[in-house]
């Protein structure tokens, strides 16, 4: 900045605007990196598997084809049509291409869905420990965040009482997360038809269901989805994306699946914001839902076996309890028997031990007490980096 530059003056609204912590922890572990410190990364939510490799050749296909000029905002036609076909058959419901939008990843279908949707004097109702980005998007678009408690006690499944006792008058919306980030709890079949069920006579609330994790489950779980229930079909929008399922985070692919007349606006914005999602990356996509999907089923045994390593290992750890999580590539361990709190036990765990995991507060106000951390990494390093937090905990 020259020395003439004048104050940086930002519109009131970028107060509103909170962040990812993750990236900011990450940012730190490569900085101590960077003084040769070594550094295992259990804090990123990110499969450690490459794209497989049919997507990957996909993508470069495409690429020699010419797929590298502008396409349609809301997406590729037949890409459209391959994900409606492919999000009918896995939630069991019929489902049109012209209720599917392609966005760069899954975050905009949030962004855009509050933005349509929310305002000043209305309220969205959130999990919480949940993924931050709802929150901090939430008071973005104006709205006033409620936060609905997601609780050991229950699984860290979502008890639907919550919900139902913070609707309002004011209720715009409501937000569900299954399989979740950042405890891996699983919303049962009951429990979702329980919030449904206080929904159907509230035409005027939304359902924003975030299913990121769909498809990494285990014990048998099985994904249950408001989509297909017809009192609530109309106002349910399903977010999905190919980062967790495919590996393809950096390929910055997802959708939404709503209403044609939602659709539409949620275009618009597309337009006014990105114009369209890379069309090569569209056809990597495009092969990774019609293609062969084995390497999705073994990432998700592969997960499985880390799953279970984590758990016990962390359950060794004095002062730690952790719960055997139901599904996508986290564990949310109580770490409240160390009698520090979740910021300052996650930074001495970094700092002292090299080991980066995130805090519970980095998810809300609820995750106090908790820290977070993914086994998207090897055994090995699970098991080194388990071992550094165990004798960190045992020297305080």
Known sequence: MTPTAPPLRLAKRMSRLGTETAFEVLARAKALEAEGRDIIHLEIGEPDFDTPADIVAAGIRALEEGWTHYGPAAGQPDFRAAIADYVGRTRGTSVTAEEVVVVPGGKPIMFYALLALAEAGDEVIYPNPGFPIY???????????????IRESNGFALDPQDVVSRLSDKTRMVILNSPANPTGGV?????????????????????????????????????ISPLPDPSVRDRVILLDGFSKTYAMTGWRLGYGVM???????????????????????????????TGDQEPVEVMRRTFDERRRRIVELLNDVPGFRCHLPKGAFYVFPNITGTGLSSDE????????????????TAFGSEGEGYLRFSYAASLETIEEGVRRVRSLVESL
């Open 135 to 149: 929150e901090s998007m939430i008071r973005f678009s104006g709205a006033r965040a409620v936060a609905c408690p």
């Open 187 to 223: 919303t049962g079949r009951d429990q979702l038809e329980e919030v449904l069920a206080a929904l159907r006579d509230r035409p005027d609330v939304w359902i924003l269901s975030d299913e990121i994790y769909s498809r990494l489950l285990y014990d048998g779980e099985e994904h």
């Open 259 to 289: 209403r044609p007349e939602l659709a539409e606006m949620v275009t618009k914005l597309m337009v006014n914001s990105n114009s369209c999602t890379a069309s090569f990356t569209q056809r990597a996509g495009l092969a990774a839902i």
């Open 345 to 360: 036990l996650q930074r001495r765990i970094l700092d002292q031990a090299g080991v980066a995991c995130l805090a519970g």
